[in-house]
């Protein structure tokens, strides 16, 4: 497989099983993140692994701080995150070392963050692991950020899912890219994504 292929090939998927990357392919893999743009080299990333006993510690938390979010959360929902937190091989916590004071604006900082995860799941994907991005409201919550080692200014970013994959990737219908580009000519641009013509 090319480089180009295995990006193209890339897909998210929850469907995961044991093994986990081990330690030694972690610490290749989260060096790809060190990769990514990084105005001012503030380094603003920073990666806390779950995994073993620790996976369901994490699931409580989560379920807790859901409660938290929202005192009325179905149950159904407490029990599916629970479920899904406890038993994925392993989880990558997604943080933001945030520094609000700096000449770097916080938008520049938190994209490096996800430019960060970004490579993390292109190479999950190289060496053949699997692995999806999940957020939802408990990632706002800024006692379970400090519960995880990021107390305020600080923030989570979400949470990577990661195994082995379950079953091949699915090959999922991606857009044509021609419908989220435009030529600059030095007038505003219309993309046909949007239902207007170039």
């Not at 193209?8 to 972690?26: F, G, H, I, N």
């Not at 060096?31 to 990514?36: D, E, H, I, L, Q």
């Not at 701080?65 to 629970?82: A, G, T, Y």
Request: overall charge positive.
């Amino acid at each position: 497989m090319t480089p180009m292929d295995m990006l193209l090939s890339r897909a998210s998927t929850d469907r995961l099983k044991p093994p986990a990357p081990s330690e030694a392919q972690m610490a290749e893999i989260l060096a790809t993140a060190m990769r990514a743009p990084d105005h001012g080299k503030l380094r603003p990333w920073r990666y806390v692994i779950v995994k073993d006993a620790a996976r369901l510690l994490l699931a409580e938390r989560i379920v807790a701080s859901m409660v938290r979010m929202d005192p009325d959360v179905p149950e159904f929902k407490k029990q599916k995150r629970l479920n899904r937190f406890s038993t994925i091989p392993m989880t990558l916590v997604l943080g933001m070392h945030l520094r609000p004071e700096h000449k770097i604006p916080l938008w520049e900082q938190e994209m490096t963050v996800a430019a960060g995860a970004m490579n993390i799941l292109n190479a999950l994907h190289a060496l053949g692991f699997g692995a999806v991005w999940v957020s939802g409201d408990v990632v706002n919550d800024p006692v379970l950020a400090e519960e995880l080692g990021f107390p305020a200014p600080h923030k989570l970013a979400g949470f990577l899912f990661i195994g082995t994959p379950e079953a091949p990737l699915p090959s999922p219908k991606r857009p044509d890219p021609a419908q989220f580009t435009a030529i600059w000519q030095g007038q505003p641009v219309n993309f046909p994504a949007d239902g207007k013509t170039p």
